[in-house]
């Protein structure tokens, strides 16, 4: 069986609430919206992958908690970017102070803003050239620094 990222063009605007709603109806899958109104779905990831996931966060977290610098997320996290799209980096930080008020009160809504830093870390399904366009994306939406490790080409 070959996993493939399936891409569906909406006939109109998903909103928020509906991109949330297909994703807790659909948790094996994660969901992300193009500033166009496209939706994608990310297959899980293998083993490796998800290993490099964890371990990029964790020293992330380790850092951020121990100079209490602000907050980690994972990529289940949604962020809705300033071009209406919403994309869940691997890894992200927002910095102390920056988070909207109420955030960790709403559990079912996309945090309305870009984070400061993200990771990205392509997994076998992943397209080198579309994960550049995207972090590409953050940057043209105010995320102020990225990182995109390429394990396979032992690349940054």
């Known amino acids: ?9 909406s006939l109109y605007a998903v909103t928020d609430e509906e991109l949330m709603l297909m994703s807790s109806q659909n948790p094996e899958l994660r969901f992300e919206r193009n500033a166009n109104a496209t939706l994608e779905t990310m ?3 293998g083993g490796i992958s998800d290993n490099r996931e964890i371990k990029a966060g964790a020293y992330l977290l380790n850092w951020v908690e121990s100079q209490d610098l602000g907050e980690v997320f994972g990529p289940s996290t949604g962020f809705r970017l300033a071009n209406t799209a919403v994309r869940a980096p691997d890894v992200a930080f927002v910095a102390k102070g920056r988070l909207p008020e109420g955030w960790d009160q709403e559990e079912d809504k996309f945090i309305n803003l870009a984070p400061d830093f993200v990771i990205e870390i392509p997994s076998k399904n992943d397209s080198l ?7 590409e994306e953050y940057i043209a939406n105010g995320v102020q620094l ?9 690349q940054a």
Do not use: R
């Open 1 to 9: 069986m070959t996993s493939e990222k399936i891409t569906v063009q």
């Open 43 to 45: 297959p899980p990831t």
């Open 129 to 135: 050239a579309k994960l550049k366009a995207k972090m």
């Open 146 to 154: 990225g990182c995109l490790i390429d394990s396979k080409n032992q």
